[in-house]
């Protein structure tokens, strides 16, 4: 069988944030080299503010100010971006905050924007605003909007931060269900440790000042066990013990 080929390979030689006022040019990133097979989940993780959700910006093509490269295995390579905020559209309602992100033909369009309003639950929420849903109802038709467009890499910025814990729990299932129905390849950032072992097939910690990349660790759960709470409390006291 031959080995699955790589989605992304980005190369950062240094990432700086300019002086402002009174404070000096920062440092975030130097000598990051990461290369994500395609298929894969990886997951960014780290202390706040080490740089996770730069990296992500720059593989994203959201910020070219940097020192290195950034390359696809396909160079028209489909990609979604799902940010912290669900960032929809106030003026339209869920169905065409998602209907707006297809270029299909109508029938066909709104054929995928009902299967995946189903698969996320939202069938019934479909004519609401975004202003009448939950911030959970909210960050389902984000993720649903991600996936509508069957993308060939998947960028998240820690999507279901500020959520309660059944909230943010239900949210991680659904994402596993999707990608478990559709493996697209996933570059997803967080710091919260117990939801970058559910969720990764392969965990990338950076750390230090300016940040790198100080573990690697690939992540064997089966789906089933990744919501076993056992299972994944284990996995994290293996992958942080030294941490």
């Known amino acids: 069988m031959n080995e699955k080929q790589s989605a992304i390979r980005v190369t950062v030689d240094s990432k700086a944030f300019p002086a402002v006022a009174d404070r000096p040019e920062q440092l975030v990133l130097r000598g990051v080299e990461l290369e994500v097979q395609e298929g894969s989940f990886v997951v960014l993780t780290g202390p706040s503010g080490c740089g996770k959700s730069t990296l992500l910006n720059i593989v994203a093509g959201l910020d070219p100010d940097f020192q290195g490269t950034v390359e696809f295995g396909e160079d028209d390579a489909k990609l979604s971006f799902m940010f912290q905020t669900p960032r929809l559209l ?3 309602t869920v169905e065409q905050n998602i209907r707006l992100v297809l270029d299909d033909e109508v029938a066909e369009a709104d054929g995928k924007v009902a299967a995946i ?6 069938s019934e929420a479909a004519t609401a605003f975004p202003e009448r849903l939950s911030l959970g109802m909210q960050r389902r038709a984000a993720l649903a909007r991600a996936f509508v467009v069957e993308p060939d890499i998947l960028l998240m910025d820690e999507p279901f931060v500020s959520l309660d814990d059944p909230s943010a729990d239900s949210l991680r299932a659904l994402l596993i269900e999707l990608w478990n129905r ?7 950032v967080t710091h919260d440790r117990i939801e970058a072992v559910m969720l990764a097939t392969r965990l990338v910690r950076l750390g230090g000042t300016p940040a790198s990349i100080v573990q690697d660790s690939e992540v064997s ?4 066990e990744r919501l076993d709470r056992e299972k994944v409390l284990a996995w994290r006291l293996r992958l942080f013990e030294n941490a």
């Open 90 to 92: 106030p003026w339209r």
């Open 117 to 122: 309003l189903n698969r996320v639950g939202l």
């Open 182 to 188: 559709r493996p697209t390849t996933v570059l997803f």
């Open 221 to 224: 759960l089966s789906p089933p």
